[in-house]
T-cell receptor, first 113, second 111 residues
Framework: DADVTQTPRNRITKTGKRIMLECSQTKGHDRMYWYRQDPGLGLRLIYYSFDVKDINKGEISDGYSVSRQAQAKFSLSLESAIPNQTALYFC????????????FGPGTRLTVL | RKEVEQDPGPFNVPEGATVAFNCTYSNSASQSFFWYRQDCRKEPKLLMSVYSSGNEDGRFTAQLNRASQYISLLIRDSKLSDSATYLCVVQLKAAGNKLTFGGGTRVLVKP
């Protein structure tokens, strides 16, 4: 089984709809992240959480919110989806401290019409 | 100016050849550097960290030039399976150890 899972894997929705993307991990990592990837722009950080009580905005948090329900779960919400939020969304985890490696989920391809 | 810049490519490489490409970063306080590999429509995975003295992992060699603020990746004896997008990643300790990703360099190895 994959260590970092994301649901759904693909989603098509309409402008104005509320969407939630979910991420679960079995790695036991404290740190979790949400990124979006657009062609040519690389991955951009939306939100990150260093533990259940710690939530921080990334570079492009406007239009998004997150919830860290447990160490293993970190969900991303789009309260009112708009077409320019069409992108590939990745969740990632890391141990933290001196270990910098991030482990990514398989991604969610979101299309907002 | 982007914090981390890469030539998007593609670099078309004959099988068995050597290919090298660079990545530049804008923040001189950047502390840690990595190359991630991303296959088409898949998640990024760590390829290797980049150390000040340069480091090698099999056919892959990474170099860091702090004075000119760039890192490089060299792939020797290219295999078809090396076809992927290579993401340059920079970490700034002062920014809570968050990672900043470049846009990626696409490499296509052809028979």
């Amino acid at each position: 089984d994959a260590d970092v899972t994301q649901t759904p894997r693909n989603r098509i929705t309409k402008t104005g709809k509320r969407i939630m993307l979910e991420c679960s991990q079995t790695k036991g990592h404290d740190r979790m992240y949400w990124y979006r990837q657009d062609p040519g722009l690389g991955l951009r950080l939306i939100y990150y959480s260093f533990d259940v009580k710690d939530i921080n905005k990334g570079e492009i948090s406007d239009g998004y919110s997150v919830s860290r329900q447990a160490q293993a779960k970190f969900s991303l919400s789009l309260e009112s989806a708009i077409p320019n939020q069409t992108a590939l969304y990745f969740c990632a985890t890391s141990v933290g401290g001196s270990n910098n490696e991030q482990f990514f989920g398989p991604g969610t391809r979101l299309t907002v019409l | 100016r982007k914090e981390v810049e890469q030539d998007p490519g593609p670099f078309n490489v004959p099988e068995g050849a050597t290919v090298a490409f660079n990545c530049t970063y804008s923040n001189s306080a950047s502390q840690s550097f990595f190359w991630y590999r991303q296959d088409c429509r898949k998640e990024p995975k760590l390829l290797m960290s980049v150390y000040s003295s340069g480091n090698e992992d099999g056919r892959f060699t990474a170099q860091l030039n702090r004075a000119s603020q760039y890192i490089s990746l060299l792939i020797r004896d290219s295999k078809l399976s090396d076809s992927a997008t290579y993401l340059c990643v920079v970490q700034l300790k002062a920014a809570g150890n968050k990672l900043t990703f470049g846009g990626g360099t696409r490499v296509l190895v052809k028979p």
